[in-house]
C-alpha cells in the first residue's frame, strides 16, 4: 500500500490478532495494523521457504519473522493506528461472533432495537452483530426454522443468536462453507433456489430482500 511504504515495523511484536466483523486488527504494544477483507480479501501465512501461492499483482502487504510470512492478497483497506483510535474504525460494530468478547447477550439485546425489522435484514446489520455474511445468514435461518421476513419481535433471537455461533465457529477453521456436515450438499438453502430441500423436499426459493438475495425453504420456514 503505497501509504505505507516507508512504514517500518521492524522489531515489533504482534501480540494480539482479533477480528471484528470482515475487519482483522493485528495489535503491537503501540500500534495497531487494521485490514478490511471485504468481499475477497484474504491473509495467508506461509512458512520460511514456502512457495507463496497467489497471484503476486494481488499482494498488497508483507509481514515477516523469522519462521514465516504473513501474505495480504487483495486487502482493501490497510491503516497503521494508535490502539486507542481503534474505536474510530471499529467502535460502531456489534460483538463479533469469532471475537474473545463475543457476547450473545448484547447481540440479542441490539436485534431488539428495531423490533418490526426483517430478521434476515437484523443479521447483516454489522452493528447488532458482526461476522455474518449473505452466505450464513439464509443458512443461519433456516436452521433456526425461520422466515427470513419474520419481523425480529416474533423471531426466537436466543435461539438464532446460538446457531449463529455454532455455524461460524464451525466453519472457522475450514476453506469450504459447511452447515449440512454433509460433504455432497454442503448448504441447506444458499445457492439452491428450485432445488429440494435437503429436510422436507420442497423446493427452495430465492428472492431480494435489501439488496441482497435471500434463499429459503418455504415449508420448513413458515
Known sequence: MPRHATADLTGRKIVEVVPRGKHLLMRMPDLTLHSHLLMDGSWRIFRSGERWRGPGHQIRAILEVPAASVVGYRIHDLRLVRPADERLI???????????????????????????????????????????GNVFKSEILFVSRTSPWAPVQLSDLP???ENSSKLLLANRETRVRNTTGSLRDPVWVYGRAGRPCLRCGTPIRSAELAGRVT??????QR
Not at 95 to 123: M, Y
Not at 215 to 220: D, G, L
Open 90 to 132: 471499529v467502535g460502531h460494530l456489534g460483538p463479533d461472533l469469532l471475537g474473545p468478547d463475543w457476547d450473545a447477550e448484547l447481540a440479542v439485546h441490539n436485534l431488539w432495537r428495531e423490533p418490526s425489522r426483517p430478521i434476515a435484514e437484523a443479521l447483516l446489520e454489522q452493528r447488532n452483530l458482526a461476522g455474518i
Open 159 to 161: 435461539q438464532i443468536v
Open 215 to 220: 434463499y429459503w425453504c418455504p415449508e420448513c
